[in-house]
């Protein structure tokens, strides 16, 4: 089965009613990433960092997997499927995906300040409480990847990228590094494919097959092009 490597950003999520990060309407023209997304923020105010990613947990669970990451999971029936997300919803597994990657870590966990490798499980509904600890007696945080914090799954990521027969971009800037940067893992010759409503600047050297639709429409017209393809 030829592998197909996608790698995901906010843009996926959007119709399932999330807001982007830097679009018009996205999350940091409401908050300022240094309060909310950095080690910094957490160390100054860490009541105000609990609070906006206990809000957008409380959001996830009433959000519903729209038809970009549905077309995505179906591609499984066809291909070898592996999806990089740096979104921190698990919009992609419960739509059915089975291998999935997250770069910038997951709403629905939280992780102890002493020991990175403590993750555990929330419930739903459940919050992270400024008092609550971990397992080893430390502070209780989201498990976030925070600017200027290590990415933990980059070179798993890099490692998948090389593997595609096919690469999908869908709902990214590409902004943000390293996950920008695995678009240069890419093999020489791997066709690669960009689903996004507005223009998104890719290194100039790459022939990249722009989609210029929402996901929902996007990733059905990427899964026809590829199904043709074979
Ligand atoms: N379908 C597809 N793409 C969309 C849609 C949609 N319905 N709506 C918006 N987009 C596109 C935008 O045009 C933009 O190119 O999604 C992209 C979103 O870009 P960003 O808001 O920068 O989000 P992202 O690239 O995922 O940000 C990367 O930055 O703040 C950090 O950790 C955070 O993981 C995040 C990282």
Redesign the pocket.
């Known amino acids: 089965m030829a592998k197909v490597v996608v790698l995901s ?4 999520s ?2 399932s009613g999330f807001s ?4 018009s309407d ?1 999350l ?1 023209n409401k908050f300022k ?1 240094e309060d909310v ?1 950095t080690p910094e923020g957490y160390a100054r105010n860490p009541q105000l960092v609990l609070d906006f990613y206990n809000g957008l947990r409380r959001d996830l669970y009433k959000a519903e997997p729209n038809k ?1 990451h549905l077309e995505l999971a179906e591609l499984e029936r066809d291909f070898d499927v592996s999806i990089i997300t ?3 919803d698990d919009l992609h597994e419960r739509a059915g995906s089975s291998d999935v990657l997250h ?2 870590g997951e709403l629905k966990k939280a992780r102890a300040c002493g020991d990175p490798e403590m993750i555990i499980d929330l419930t739903e509904g459940e919050d992270i409480g400024i008092n609550d600890k971990a397992p080893d007696g430390s502070a209780l945080r989201p498990h976030i ?1 925070w ?1 200027g914090e290590a990415v933990p799954n980059i070179s798993l990521a890099q490692d998948l990228v090389k593997q595609a027969d096919i690469f999908l971009i ?7 590094y390293p ?1 920008a940067g695995l678009i240069s893992y890419v093999r020489r010759g791997t066709p690669i494919f960009l ?4 223009p ?1 600047s890719v290194p100039h050297y790459l022939d990249v097959r722009i989609i210029a639709k ?3 429409e ?1 990733v059905a017209c990427f899964a026809d092009m590829i199904r043709h393809l074979k």
Do not use: C, M, Y
């Open positions: 950003g906010a843009g996926i959007a119709e982007t990060f830097r679009d996205g940091w990433v997304a970009g740096q979104n921190v770069l910038h990847v600017f869908v709902g990214t800037s590409l902004n943000v996950a689903v996004d409503p507005k998104v929402k996901a929902s996007g």
